[in-house]
């Protein structure tokens, strides 16, 4: 069971822990199986600890079998499937600073643990029933000693666009981290023309669009287009990025149902309330050389928001963030000698909305700078991610505790990922 926010200002720690830890880790040993033998027994980092007897291999086989059995006895499992897709992509040349060979037809398959809402808590009423996932992901981009290979994890929600009686147009938007394994490197292998990616761990952002037909009410099959970004954000250099598009078809497997009787019934209706916010974040990046230390860059500030269709957000603020990143180049350039704590700031206002979901919510913002960095050009950016609410209330002076991660862009040049914390009154 999962806690119900209305009810309980704190999220229960027990919310289906169980049951997701022991789905998720069949659904990695299963596609964890078979990149094994596609691999012809080569032992990666993913699954060593899985991968190295027959036995395991027989062990995943029954589990395979055991699962669908189990779940013909409960009708808990009504609305939870398999989703599985491949996709046929090429890179895009999305800054003219990219002079490495582009990847081509690149490969991708994910495996996606999906459960689908049914309207037994009001915040799934107010979202029309949507849909989570969990998906794990393997990319393959054709250039094994340039770019190499990713291996991912991915939190996933998909929304319904348009649905006509088997027929639907949705879209999933998923965040989450991955491993490449050929990032830019001078030693002890060097790899200087992969000048995209600068690390081993980075984000992972597939976005999708979906043409669906139900076929029963176990099988559904599906195909669209795609955008898949890989990126560290500026955390090791250097960080250009890669983009990928192209076309994927799927197929989604339900054990018991894919239409789980949906509760249609009035929801409490909630107020259009204003709360103000104070916020601080922390990030860490790699400025200028690759290899080079890590430097912290802080932000502060101020927002209020205000609550519509008792499901979204209108956001407006004020941030301020110091880079030491700027005050150390400075110090080392002798810029500014004696004032370099002046330019080594930004200030900026910033408009927003966020999608909410219970405790979860997905972050849009963009903002204008006021006061800009030494030598900065860039005068608007962008910030895309999520929150998690920890606390909250609808009543009180404390409203809403939230921490924070998200992704700042200047247009499609990331420059760092923030994790931050927010008290709302």
Same mark, same amino acid.
């Not at 992901?137 to 348009?162: A, H, K, M, S």
């Not at 974040?281 to 860059?297: C, H, Q, T, W």
């Given at each position: ?35 094994? /033998? ?134 999933? /938007? ?5 491993? %490449? ?42 195909g669209g287009a795609h955008l898949i ?37 009035? %929801? ?6 204003? %709360? ?12 200028? #050389? ?6 912290? #860059? ?61 405790? %979860? ?8 700078y006021l006061k800009t960095l030494d ?51």
């Amino acid at each position: 069971m999962f806690c119900d926010a209305i009810r309980s200002p704190i999220p229960c720690l027990s919310c289906g822990i169980y049951h997701i830890l022991f789905l998720y880790s069949l659904f990695f040993f299963k596609i964890a199986f078979f990149l094994n /033998v596609l691999l012809e027994n080569r032992i990666y980092p993913i699954c060593p600890y899985i991968l190295y007897t027959k036995r395991s291999y027989l062990f995943l086989i029954l589990l395979l079998f055991v699962l669908p059995a189990a779940a013909q006895k409960s009708d808990k499992w009504t609305g939870i499937g398999f989703e599985a897709d491949y996709y046929h992509s090429n890179m895009m040349r999305h800054s003219k600073k990219i002079t490495a060979p582009l990847a081509q037809n690149t490969t991708t398959f994910d495996l996606n643990f999906v459960r689908k809402y049914y309207g037994k808590k009001d915040w799934e009423i107010r979202r029309h029933y949507p849909e989570v996932g969990l998906g794990i992901i393997y990319l393959n981009y054709n250039n094994p000693n340039l770019y190499g290979q990713v291996f991912g994890i991915f939190p996933n929600i998909r929304l319904r666009l348009l649905t006509l009686d088997r027929f639907s147009w949705t879209a999933r /938007v998923g965040m989450g981290i991955c491993y %490449v394994t050929k990032p830019y490197e001078r030693v002890p292998k060097p790899n200087l023309e992969n000048e995209t990616i600068g690390g081993y761990a980075n984000n992972i952002s597939p976005l999708q669009t979906d043409l669906k037909w139900k076929i029963n009410e176990h099988w559904e099959i599906q195909g669209g287009a795609h955008l898949i970004h890989v990126s560290n954000a500026s955390f090791r250099k250097p960080n250009f990025g890669i983009n990928i598009w192209g076309l994927q078809a799927g197929v989604r497997y339900f054990p018991i149902s894919n239409t789980p009787a949906r509760i249609r019934r009035e %929801v409490p209706k909630l107020s259009n309330r204003i %709360v103000v916010y104070a916020k601080g974040s922390i990030a860490f990046i790699e400025k200028y #050389v690759p290899d080079g230390g890590l430097n912290r #860059v802080y932000n502060a500030g101020i927002f209020a928001t205000k609550r519509y269709l008792g499901k979204n957000k209108a956001i407006l603020g004020m941030d301020y963030t110091y880079n030491t990143a700027a005050y150390a180049f400075m110090k080392f350039n002798e810029r500014h000698a004696g004032e370099e704590n002046k330019y080594a700031y930004q200030a900026s206002v910033f408009i927003g909305n966020e999608f909410t979901f219970s405790r %979860v919510g997905i972050v849009l913002q963009g903002g204008v700078y006021l006061k800009t960095l030494d030598q900065q050009t860039d005068k608007f950016y962008q910030k895309l991610g999520a929150n998690y609410y920890i606390w909250q209330k609808e009543r009180g002076i404390l409203k809403e505790i939230v921490l924070s991660a998200l992704l700042k862009t200047h247009q499609n040049n990331a420059e760092l990922f923030e994790l931050g914390l927010s008290v709302g009154f």
